[in-house]
């Protein structure tokens, strides 16, 4: 379940202080440009393929997708897998349905917001391609050639393989280009219109006839029930369908399309996770073959129930929602940002636009534009390299950053189509403030298991269990009793102990205290493996007194053979700032008033309701909810 096509390694060495950004100096100003974008698109005239047809004739619009920088700054487009150039073909293929639907996607928007014809023109373009990818059962091929040949089982292969033979990513992201654009060009182009709803319809049947037919079914997920019907499993994927179905059903779309996006929707939703003071806090879990994954690439649950919950006048869906954008996002922007992955520790620290996008889109669909304004700013300098990710002037977003800071400088379609999607919803939100300079964090701690005294370190042959990530490639093998010394803080923090559950009737029993004090005990155990891929669970579980302020040790004693992984340490308030705005997440049982340097203060409940306004000095945190000051 891990992104097969996105990487930041081997990029330009980033500088580490924080660089000067300079952006619109008026909030009329526009923070979108399309030029990097149209600098990837091609035409072509696809030769004849059995079954494969689209509206009018000759060349569509495609989409290069990768674009690597040169020694010169000057970029070179190419396409995914192994180039053979005597046949002039990728092992993959130079573009794929990914990258086509969402750019589509990116021009209708341009398009709704600035009425270019230009955009409304390329879109139609890139939506002529993407239905030609579409096969006559309804599926999609996911890569075409430089000359417009099909290639429906590509090398490496991403699965499904055939990449037209199932549900898919790239059968989702297609339901949502077809929707957005069929609500576009119902008023613009209503032959054009038609043609874009039978493909939806012919879309919406396949997922009926492969996805939906399990509703109602659940798949056991070491003892949790999760919902059996998102496509490919995953709530990520499934949310990038509901976008487009929502589109469409307030278009007035079929019968057929509000059945499927009700549905769809109630399993996102069925996907929250957590408490404001258990991991992962809230979450929308994308991935329904693990309870131990959450990734922030392709992440767009909480905006997809946004969208689907006015479509469908369903209100519960908007509370599962906040609980993702309120709850766990502020944790994620405390503990360093928009990081990829917490597997369950937060070791992905890559960053890249399609996750960071997701958590931006999450927060302007409910409203909590001054959350959003944190995530935004990592788009201009404000993240764990000091550098702008995108530059206005050319339109570019780079392909990411990875943990130690380093920027990948390559722009592929992926990070452009996203970064352009962050820059339109930004330009049509110009109240979010715009935030610049280095941040700092105060946040969730991980403390490595094998530092501390005691136990056996095991290194398993590979780090990834098949479901999550052992956070060090290796764990602690504790059947005696353990101690590790922890940074000071002048505040309670959660301890919580990231350990291998198990399927058995004797499990392991850790006690942990520090000093006198009695932090909790667990026994390490869960459900019946179901469809996981690997026996038992790691998770973070949460002790039930917290870490006093000032402690430096924490001990462990087990009954049986313990797995520990590591020692994750949540501040009960925790912090980001940048610039002099400054954001409070709170994980305490009790309101805390805190003397932060500012002049105004937000409170905001753990529902996201904005509860008090008061000064800095006195800004109030209330439990399971967040604060914003702002300078």
């Known amino acids: 379940m891990k992104p097969t096509r996105r990487t930041v390694i081997g990029g330009a060495l980033a500088v580490a ?58 970029y070179k487009r190419i396409g995914g897998g192994t180039y053979d150039a005597a046949t002039n073909t990728y092992g993959q293929g130079a573009y794929n349905a990914d990258d086509i639907a969402r750019a589509a996607v990116v021009y209708l928007r341009h398009w709704k917001q600035f009425h270019s014809d230009a955009s409304l023109e390329t879109a139609r373009g890139l939506l002529r391609s993407l239905t030609f990818l579409q096969s006559p059962n309804g599926n999609v091929v996911l890569w075409m050639q430089p000359d417009g040949t099909l290639n429906p089982s590509a090398d490496p292969v991403e699965l499904p393989d055939p990449s037209d033979s199932g549900p898919s990513y790239w059968l989702a992201r297609t339901v949502w280009a077809l ?104 979450a929308l879990m994308p991935w329904g073959e693990s309870i131990s994954d959450w990734h922030a690439w392709g992440a767009q649950m909480p905006s997809a129930l946004a969208v689907a919950a006015q479509a469908l006048d369903a209100p519960e869906l908007r509370a599962a929602a906040m609980g993702d954008t309120a709850g766990f996002t502020p944790l994620l922007m405390t503990a360093g940002g928009p990081d990829n992955g917490w597997l369950p520790t937060p070791i992905d620290r890559t960053q890249i636009a399609y996750g960071v996008d997701a958590r931006l889109q999450g927060l302007l669909s409910v409203g909590l534009k001054q959350v959003a304004a944190f995530v935004a700013a990592w788009y201009f300098g404000a993240n764990r390299a000091g550098q702008p990710m995108y530059d206005a002037t050319t339109g570019r977003t780079y392909d990411g950053i990875s943990g130690d800071g380093t920027i990948n400088r390559n722009s592929g379609a992926e990070s452009s189509i996203h970064g352009q999607l962050s820059m339109l919803a930004l330009d049509a939100h110009p109240d979010v403030a715009r935030l610049t300079g280095t941040p700092s964090y105060d946040g969730l701690q991980i403390v490595e298991a094998e530092s501390g005294t005691g136990g056996q370190v095991v290194t398993p042959p590979s780090a990834w269990t098949g479901e999550s990530q052992w956070s060090n490639g290796s764990y602690l093998s504790l059947d005696g009793t353990a101690t590790w010394t ?37 026994t390490h155990v869960c459900g019946p493996q179901g469809i996981s ?99």
Do not use: C
């Open 17 to 74: 202080a924080a660089s000067t950004v300079t952006l619109p100096a008026l909030a009329s100003s526009r923070l979108s440009n399309l030029a990097h974008l149209d600098f990837l698109r091609a035409s072509v005239t696809p030769p004849a393929a059995p079954g494969h047809t689209t509206f009018g004739s000759g060349p569509v619009g495609v989409l290069w997708t990768y674009a690597d920088r040169q020694a010169d700054g000057s």
């Open 179 to 282: 929707g957005e654009g069929y609500a576009v060009f119902r008023t613009t182009d209503r032959g054009f219109a038609r043609f874009l709803r039978d493909r939806l319809e012919l879309a919406i049947a396949a997922l009926e006839r492969q996805v939906l037919v399990r509703y109602g079914q659940y798949n056991v997920v070491d003892g949790r029930r999760l919902p059996a019907w998102l496509i490919v499993n995953g709530a990520d994927a499934t949310s990038e369908a509901v976008l487009g179905l929502s589109a469409y059903v307030e278009a007035g779309g079929s019968a057929s399309a509000r059945r499927a996006l009700t549905r769809f929707a109630e399993g996102i939703a069925a996907m929250a996770a957590g408490s404001t003071r258990e991991w992962p806090f809230r």
């Open 486 to 522: 922890v940074p000071a803080s002048s505040q309670q923090r959660l301890v919580l102990p990231v350990v291998n559950l198990v399927d058995t009737p004797t499990p392991a029993r850790t006690t942990w205290t520090s000093g006198v004090r009695t932090l909790g005990t667990l």
């Open 533 to 631: 891929a690997a026996p038992g669970a790691l998770l973070p579980l949460t002790l039930a007194n917290p870490l006093p302020a000032g402690a430096t040790t924490v001990t462990a004693k087990a009954q049986g053979t313990a797995q520990l992984d590591a020692l994750l340490l949540l501040p009960t308030v925790s912090s980001l700032r940048i610039g002099d705005a400054v954001l409070l997440a709170s994980v305490d049982t009790h309101a805390r008033v805190m003397s932060v340097p500012g002049k105004r203060s937000y409170t905001y409940d753990a529902s996201g309701r904005l509860v008090a306004r008061g000064n800095a000095s006195r800004a109030l945190v209330v439990p399971g909810g967040f604060t914003v000051v702002l300078g």
